[in-house]
């Protein structure tokens, strides 16, 4: 068997609203809470981000989502529609901007605790194949 990850821990400040707007940006479904008191965001068949709530300092992070166009042109509607801020490169000003780099397109933003979310539709971590 191949090795999966499964889940992955999110920490934030308020983890109901944090996997409530990443969810319905993504258009994926989220639960306010489950088991261990986490409020899960199922990104797809496998893989779950589970948020959870501390009130302890921690490290911003980065997460990157590989999608098709059709949806990746959804998910900027809704950036937009939220009024949400977003930008075409990574360290890069708030353009309202996509980035077409590597063969496809891509945004960042950053939600409230931080935490960088990105959207791509071609990956330029690893090589196509």
Same mark, same amino acid.
């Given at each position: ?5 499964? +889940? ?7 983890? =109901? ?10 258009? $994926?479904?989220?639960?306010? #809470?489950?088991? !261990?008191?986490? #409020? *899960? =965001? ?17 490290? $911003?992070? +980065?997460?990157?989502?590989? =999608?098709? *166009? ?19 490169? $990574?360290?890069?000003? $708030?353009?309202?901007?996509?980035? +077409? ?13 931080? +935490? ?5 539709? =071609? #990956?330029?971590?690893?090589?196509? !194949?």
């Amino acid at each position: 068997m191949s090795i999966a990850l499964d +889940h992955f821990l999110v920490p934030s400040h308020d983890q =109901v609203a944090a996997a409530r707007q990443l969810a319905e940006l993504l258009g $994926v479904a989220w639960q306010e #809470s489950t088991l !261990g008191g986490f #409020s *899960p =965001v199922y990104l797809n068949d496998g893989l779950t981000l589970d948020f959870q709530q501390t009130e302890d300092a921690f490290a $911003v992070a +980065h997460y990157a989502f590989r =999608v098709t *166009p059709e949806r990746f042109d959804e998910i900027v509607a809704r950036l937009r529609a939220a009024g949400i801020a977003y930008r075409g490169n $990574v360290r890069g000003p $708030v353009d309202y901007a996509s980035n +077409h780099d590597y063969g496809g397109e891509m945004v960042y933003w950053n939600e409230p605790d931080g +935490h960088q979310w990105e959207i791509l539709t =071609v #990956s330029y971590a690893r090589p196509a !194949g």
